[in-house]
Nanobody, 121 residues
C-alpha cells in the first residue's frame, strides 16, 4: 500500500495550493479518502473526507468554502484545492484512506508520508 502526497510548499497568506495524493496497493474506489493535517505541537486534525464515488464530502468547519476535495477513481488520485490560505493552515498535510466514514483519524487504515504546507509572508 502506498499513498504519495505532493504539492506542498510555501505560500503567502491569501494564496492557493493544490495537493495531490497518488494511491496504490489497495482498492482505491472502495475506500473513503481523507486529508488530515498536523501542526507543530498539535494533535492530528480532520480536514475533509470524500466518499467512494465522490457523491459525498465532509469538511471541517474552518475549511468550508476555502478547501475543495476531489478524486479520480480511474487514476487512483485524490486532490485538495486550498484557497484563501491563512497562517493557521500551516501544517503537514496527510492523505489517508479508510473503508468507511470517520472523523476519528485513529480509525484510518492507510497513510501517506505527508507534505508540508507553510503559509507565511
Amino acid at each position: 500500500v502506498q499513498l504519495l502526497e505532493s504539492g506542498g510548499g510555501l505560500v503567502q497568506p491569501g494564496g492557493s495550493l493544490r495537493l495531490s495524493c497518488a494511491a496504490s496497493g489497495f482498492t482505491f474506489s472502495r475506500h473513503w479518502m481523507y486529508w488530515v493535517r498536523q501542526a507543530p505541537g498539535k494533535e492530528r486534525e480532520f480536514v475533509v473526507a470524500i466518499s467512494w464515488s465522490a457523491a459525498s464530502t465532509y469538511y471541517a468547519d474552518s475549511m468550508k468554502g476555502r478547501f475543495t476535495i476531489s478524486r479520480d477513481n480511474a487514476k487512483n488520485t485524490v486532490s485538495l484545492q486550498m484557497n484563501s490560505l491563512k497562517p493557521e493552515d500551516t501544517a503537514i498535510y496527510y492523505c489517508a484512506a479508510a473503508r468507511g466514514l470517520s472523523y476519528s483519524t485513529y480509525e484510518y487504515d492507510y497513510w501517506g508520508q505527508g507534505t508540508q504546507v507553510t503559509v507565511s509572508s
